[in-house]
């Protein structure tokens, strides 16, 4: 499994948050934090768009870092994904994710 793949399955390399950030992208930035912002209900500002990936060391959006309860989970039973969790194909907490998304699904088990 690539590190850039998120515990989820869901390839960070695709999100605009680590796109702004690996390019140093202010604009990119403040177009995400609009966006998300709108999307969340939620005041978040250019400065909280950085991230270097939910499974890499480095930035994390506070979502990755504090409210995603993926991660948490994953991080509290010490799986390297959910993809090598043995609850995965009952999960409620990952499924919304993989119903919504099949190429994390493919991710996980490939
Ligand atoms: S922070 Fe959560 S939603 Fe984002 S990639 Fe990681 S597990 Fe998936
Ligand atoms: S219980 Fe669900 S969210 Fe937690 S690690 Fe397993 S598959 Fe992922």
């Not at 939910?54 to 994390?60: D, E, I, L, Q």
């Not at 390297?80 to 009952?90: F, I, V």
Request: glycine share 8%.
């Amino acid at each position: 499994m690539e590190d850039i793949i998120g515990y989820c399955g869901l390839d960070c390399e695709k999100c605009d948050a680590y796109i702004a950030t690996v390019n140093d992208d202010q604009a990119l930035r403040e177009k995400t934090a609009k966006l998300w912002s709108e999307l969340n209900n939620a005041p978040i500002l250019p400065e909280h768009i950085n991230c270097e990936g939910c499974r890499m060391n480095g930035a994390k959006t506070v979502f990755c870092d504090s409210l995603c309860g993926i991660r948490k989970c994953a991080l509290n039973k010490g799986v390297s994904t959910c993809g090598d969790c043995p609850k995965l194909d009952n999960c409620q907490t990952v499924r919304s994710i993989l119903e919504n998304n099949p190429s994390a699904l493919e991710n996980l088990k490939g």
